[in-house]
């Protein structure tokens, strides 16, 4: 069993930074693949970042790729994603995700096992 807590959501301009952090509970955190994903009101849940669980490998969604950073400190049970020139589209809940028995479809969400209750990230135009 993985529980999963994030943090680092807030309100934010349009052009600027935040970074969330997920904090898992458990032993096992660098067996598992990390990911992040996002849901708008209204929306469905949209794949962001997933990092490997040693985060030699890292995906992107189009969207956010080369404005978002994922990336882990296994010794610290963290994931991080880092996310700059924010856009109002970006607002959403975000959420992060563990998978741990194989890693065939990282983008996709019902490859995940565990999930976090989601951190608010709210910019403003």
């Known amino acids: 069993q993985v529980q999963l807590v994030e943090s680092g959501g807030g309100l934010v301009q349009a052009g600027g930074s935040l970074r969330l952090s997920c904090v898992a509970s458990g032993r096992t955190f660098s067996t598992y693949a990390m990911g992040w994903f996002r849901q708008a009101p209204g929306k469905e849940r949209e794949f962001v970042a997933a990092?490997?669980?040693?985060?030699?490998?890292?995906y992107y969604a189009d969207s956010v790729k080369g404005r978002f950073t994922i990336s882990r400190d296994n010794a610290k049970n963290t994931v991080y994603l880092k996310m700059n020139s924010l856009k109002p589209e970006d607002t959403a809940v975000y959420y992060c995700?563990?998978?741990?028995?194989?890693?065939?479809?990282?983008?996709?969400?019902?490859?995940?096992?565990?999930w976090g209750q989601g951190t608010q990230v709210t910019v403003s135009s």
């Open positions: 990092i490997s669980w040693s985060g030699g490998t890292a």
């Open positions: 995700a563990a998978e741990g028995a194989g890693w065939s479809k990282p983008r996709s969400p019902l490859e995940y096992d565990y």
